[in-house]
């Protein structure tokens, strides 16, 4: 499955749930698809992503947050799978692109996951049982709407090809990251007085 393919069906389903990205190309395309609303923070360092939502996710217990990762992000700090399964936050979602790559830094530079490390083991093995793979856009398509709204922790492996560079379609990036922070701290203020 392409990865634009995939972040297509994610824009879809996603509504207003806030939302934090990784680094790299999977940002840029979200940002074509879904804008600069504050509700998305996109590009946040390697590997924040996971962690800032499990700590939104366990102040906000009413409140769904989505972390979408890369393969090689979520490998930067694998350790966050088991302080998930630790706390359980059902209102919590993290979503990995595995591209069995570090496609951010170049094509070539290939992560575990290109070397047999099976993501979705791992984090069963870390104790969260409600981890998902697809690698078509037809069964993305079938699980997205339960694992944005059905309680969790979830973990969906999204299995997408290796890409040697930026879509055209997808050439322009993300607004500053402060100036978003900025944007999405002040949306959470809004909704934790709603």
Not at 164 to 181: A, K, L
Request: net charge negative; aromatic share 6%.
């Amino acid at each position: 499955m392409k990865r634009p393919d995939f972040i297509e069906v994610f824009a879809r389903h996603r509504g207003d749930i806030p939302t934090i990205t990784g680094p790299g190309l999977m940002s840029r395309e979200l940002f074509a698809m879904a804008g600069d609303g504050d509700t998305i923070l996109y590009n946040m360092e390697m590997p924040y992503a996971t962690p800032m939502c499990l700590g939104l996710a366990m102040v906000r217990p009413t409140q769904r947050f989505v972390a979408l990762e890369g393969d090689g992000s979520l490998i930067s700090a694998l350790g966050i799978l088991t302080t998930v399964a630790r706390y359980r936050p059902a209102n919590l979602t993290i979503i990995v692109l595995d591209n069995e790559s570090f496609s951010t830094f170049s094509a070539g530079m290939i992560s575990a996951t290109a070397t047999g490390v099976d993501l979705a083991a791992v984090s069963r093995g870390c104790g969260i049982e409600k981890t998902i793979s697809v690698d078509t856009v037809e069964q993305a398509e079938t699980v997205m709407a339960r694992v944005l709204r059905e309680p969790g922790p979830w973990v969906l492996i999204a299995k997408v090809d290796p890409q040697s560079g930026p879509d055209p379609r997808f050439t322009r990036n993300s607004p500053d990251v402060t100036e978003q922070s900025l944007d999405f701290a002040r949306m959470l203020r809004r909704s934790a007085q709603a």
